[in-house]
């Protein structure tokens, strides 16, 4: 197992992604403890001074011209924690609250906060004893951050809130009682450190990172799905043609084109029909599919861009700059990430639509080049794939529901001080069910796919790549020639989807 120090530096996706599933444990850096020391420092010296230090010695948001005395300094750093933690929901999934804790320890261990590395440490502990913060889901407007789901992480640093120990309920139990049970003592908050738990993106950083993540595997799935369905549909080959991609070079429609020339390379099945009067031009779902795959790859470029770059950033407020100023930033505002949560939820649910399209022939006899209707051999008798379909359909049309932009909406929080937010949490909390939906609906015509090349047998076989992946979804699900129950048909090939893109990278070189 890998190990991701953290020290400030950046971050990866792959790194977010690896600690959130427990392929990889976080370790904090051993030089974190000086990083921290100058900003600490400066926050130490204003504690005493006159001036006006936002977050240090007043109040907070609509509150922030209100002085507080030095007596009462500890128990204003804890009653943000407390008041804030105002979330409510269905709690965040433990790879979410894993993330959480790992982006939290590497913002605060960049030495902008003016805080202890004790927190960072104690974030650190948390996340390598498996000791998850109970989040609740929803109540951010990606303004300060996601303040609510910060504070209810950060509330068992002193121990309060709820913390879930491995084999506790979803609902975990008293954060005091599971830390006394691993001999941790709570911590009590120092000026500033109370507000620098709870000003972030983190929770939004890490949906976007899985999302991106997932996405990366998703648009290659898009890519093996419609060669699939080009084999079973004895489709052409001809619009993938690099002359004629490259004479409009989107890049993300290059790399789709280059994947479904690669996928389809050497096909008998495509051969056998090539000059075939139907073979002259395909409908769109099938011609135009690099086009639209592509395009949902320019996005998920763009999107990635914004995730590495946030996963850099020091997201707090105020800061301490290197000079010793301390600076209030609008850093922590959720906009750059708003946008790029609902342009790849708009995008990958264009997978799913093309996708969905492409179903749809397989399965209509009067477009599917001699299959039988709905895939059935002894259709009238069966159904075939029919609802298959429609379930395809239907999360097609949620999609569209869910594509809407949260980023065109704001309303004032914090008697409007915070006037402008982003919406940037339900954003990227939308644009994870897009995934799954869109990772169903790939599955689905893969499904459909499959069947419809295993009936076209008798005339040729189809590309090896397409042949390796036909039988690998076979291993796992037999033909149905007579029907049975389809839904854990496709929950079985949306589980192979990562064993599909890699046994048919490895049939036709990598896939991009």
């Keep these: 197992m890998r190990t991701v120090i953290v020290n400030g530096d950046p971050l990866t996706v792959e790194d977010v992604v690896d600690v959130a599933i427990g392929a990889a444990r976080a370790e904090l850096g051993p030089d974190v403890p000086a990083r921290m020391a100058a900003s600490l420092s400066v926050v130490n010296a204003a504690i005493g001074g006159q001036d006006a230090v936002y977050g240090v010695n007043t109040g907070f948001g609509a509150l922030a011209d209100t002085r507080v005395g030095v007596e009462d300094l500890a128990t204003l750093q804890r009653a943000i924690v407390m008041s804030h933690a105002a979330a409510t929901g269905e709690p965040l999934g433990d790879e979410t609250v894993r993330a959480l804790l790992l982006l939290r320890a590497r913002t605060l261990a960049a030495g902008y906060s003016g805080v202890r590395a004790d927190l960072p440490r104690r974030l650190i502990e948390l996340l390598n004893s498996n000791l998850l913060p109970v989040i609740p889901g929803k109540g951010s407007v990606g303004a300060s951050g996601d303040l609510a789901q910060l504070a209810h992480l950060a509330q068992p640093l002193i121990g309060e809130g709820r913390l879930r120990a491995p084999g506790d309920p979803k609902s975990g139990r008293p954060a005091g009682e599971v830390l006394a049970e691993h001999g941790i003592e709570p911590l009590v908050l120092a000026p500033k450190e109370g507000l620098s738990l709870v000003n972030g993106t983190e929770p939004m950083q890490a949906l976007l990172a899985f999302s991106v993540r997932d996405t990366e595997l998703l648009v290659k799935a898009a890519d093996i799905a419609c060669a699939l369905s080009v084999e079973a549909l004895l489709c052409t080959s001809r619009p993938y043609d690099e002359r004629v991609q490259v004479i409009r070079p989107h890049p993300g429609q290059l790399a789709s084109a280059a994947n479904l020339r690669a996928l389809l390379a050497?096909?008998?099945?495509?051969?056998?029909?090539?000059?075939?009067?139907?073979?002259?031009?395909?409908?769109?779902?099938?011609?135009?599919?690099?086009?639209?795959?592509?395009?949902?790859?320019?996005?998920?470029?763009?999107?990635?861009n914004i995730i590495d770059t946030e996963l850099g950033?020091?997201?707090?407020?105020?800061?301490?700059?290197?000079?010793?100023?301390?600076?209030?930033?609008?850093?922590?505002?959720?906009?750059?990430?708003?946008f790029a949560a609902d342009m790849l939820a708009m995008a990958i649910s264009e997978l799913a639509s093309i996708s969905e399209r492409r179903v749809d022939r397989m399965l209509d006899p009067a477009f599917s080049r001699g299959l039988p209707p709905f895939l059935a051999p002894a259709a009238g008798t069966n159904s075939g794939y029919m609802l298959a379909q429609y379930t395809a359909a239907s999360l097609v049309s949620e999609n569209k529901v869910l594509a809407h932009p949260a980023s065109v909406d704001t309303i004032p929080t914090s008697g409007k001080q915070e006037d402008h937010v982003s919406m940037g949490w339900t954003a990227v909390r939308k644009l994870r069910e897009v995934v799954t939906n869109v990772r169903t609906c790939l599955a689905v015509e893969m499904l459909c796919a499959v069947q419809g090349i295993g009936l076209r047998a008798d005339i040729a076989a189809p590309a090896q790549a397409v042949a390796a992946v036909h039988d690998l979804v076979r291993a796992h699900v037999p033909a149905m020639m007579v029907d049975r129950e389809v839904s854990e048909q496709i929950m079985a090939v949306e589980r192979l989807i990562p064993d599909i893109c890699a046994t048919a990278g490895n049939s036709c070189g990598d896939l991009r």
Aim: charged share 15%; glycine share 8%.
């Design 313 to 338: 950033a020091i997201v707090d407020n105020p800061v301490i700059v290197p000079d010793g100023e301390v600076m209030t930033t609008g850093n922590f505002h959720g906009e750059p990430l708003a």
């Design 266 to 304: 050497g096909s008998a099945l495509m051969a056998s029909h090539r000059h075939s009067a139907h073979a002259v031009q395909d409908a769109y779902c099938l011609r135009c599919a690099p086009q639209v795959h592509g395009a949902v790859r320019d996005v998920l470029t763009f999107a990635r």
